[in-house]
């Protein structure tokens, strides 16, 4: 079995003249990104990989949940494929991850997450918002083997609330 956990970047800030790509979290991003990784202590994760969008947005979201779950930083790794909105390459990513990889953990952006959720998971999630979070279980050996999974979880920021 395989573990997918989606996670995507918290609420960012429009205030500032930069790319997309350097876009920071506001502060309702940090609130939130702290609310979540509270409420992810209590599933009791074990994962094997971390793979983050290298957008700043999507790094500081990881940054804030990763500290609070005790996360090692020799399991994370950067993937510049993950500034991805349309899902292709989000897919791309995932079914070539490692077969060694059990529990997968991916930060990522929304048109992306929301697709993959939909059409990979057993929920219907008509968006996955900021910092919401989906997991996803395969009965797979293989990534590469992906198909309708079950969604075992969802976090949104304003449930916590």
Not at 71 to 98: A, Q, R, W
Request: aromatic share 8%; net charge neutral; with cysteine.
């Amino acid at each position: 079995m395989k573990q997918l956990i989606l996670i995507r970047h918290a609420k960012s800030s429009w205030e500032y003249d930069v790319i997309d790509h350097e876009r920071p979290l506001k502060q309702r991003g940090l609130n939130d990104a702290k609310l979540v990784s509270n409420e992810l202590r209590s599933h009791d994760l074990q994962i094997d990989q971390v793979l983050i969008s290298d957008a700043k947005r999507t790094r500081e979201t990881a940054e804030i949940i990763l500290q609070a779950l005790h996360i090692p930083k020799n399991i994370v790794v950067l993937n510049h494929k993950l500034y991805d909105f349309s899902g292709y390459d989000l897919t791309e990513v995932i079914k070539s991850c490692d077969t060694k990889v059990n529990a997968l953990l991916i930060f990522g952006h929304n048109h992306a997450i929301t697709a993959f959720a939909n059409t990979y998971g057993s929920l219907y999630i008509a968006n996955v918002p900021t910092c919401g979070v989906v997991s996803i279980n395969f009965e797979i050996s293989n990534w590469s083997e992906i198909y309708k999974g079950k969604t075992i979880f969802t976090i949104f920021p304003r449930d916590l609330k």
